[in-house]
């Protein structure tokens, strides 16, 4: 897609080292700027999800939202991490509420 953070970085496939090896995330522009303030400061911090440690890599470009019609995360991960926050299947999606309740700054 060739698309560039707006911050930090995206993955890399030298992240992965198996499941539950990628503990990161990469935040959506907007929702760095409604929750994080615009505050640049958030790259390399950690945050906990489902109290499980992730470090912000990076924030995508405004307007940003994947490649999924009808679905706009706050943030993206590595799927070899989907098991530590309780999500089974490639299937599962995530209401904007369920996924508000499961931070724990």
Same mark, same amino acid.
């Given at each position: 897609m060739r698309i560039q953070p707006y911050? /930090?970085?995206?993955?890399?496939s030298?992240?992965? =080292? /198996? !499941?539950?090896?990628? !503990? +990161?995330?990469?935040?959506? +522009?907007? +929702?760095w700027h409604s929750r994080f303030h615009d505050d640049r400061g958030v790259v390399g911090r950690q945050v906990r999800?489902?109290? =499980?440690p992730f470090t912000i890599l990076g924030v995508t470009p405004p307007g940003f939202q994947g490649t999924l019609l009808f679905l706009t995360p706050d943030f993206f991960? !590595?799927?070899?991490?989907?098991?530590q926050l309780g999500t089974e299947s490639l299937n599962t999606r995530w209401?904007? =509420?369920?996924v508000l309740?499961?931070?724990?700054i």
């Open positions: 911050l /930090g970085r995206f993955f890399h030298s992240d992965e =080292h /198996g !499941p539950n090896s990628a !503990p +990161y995330i990469v935040l959506t +522009y907007a +929702y999800l489902d109290k =499980h991960m !590595p799927i070899v991490n989907q098991e209401t904007e =509420h369920t309740s499961r931070w724990d």
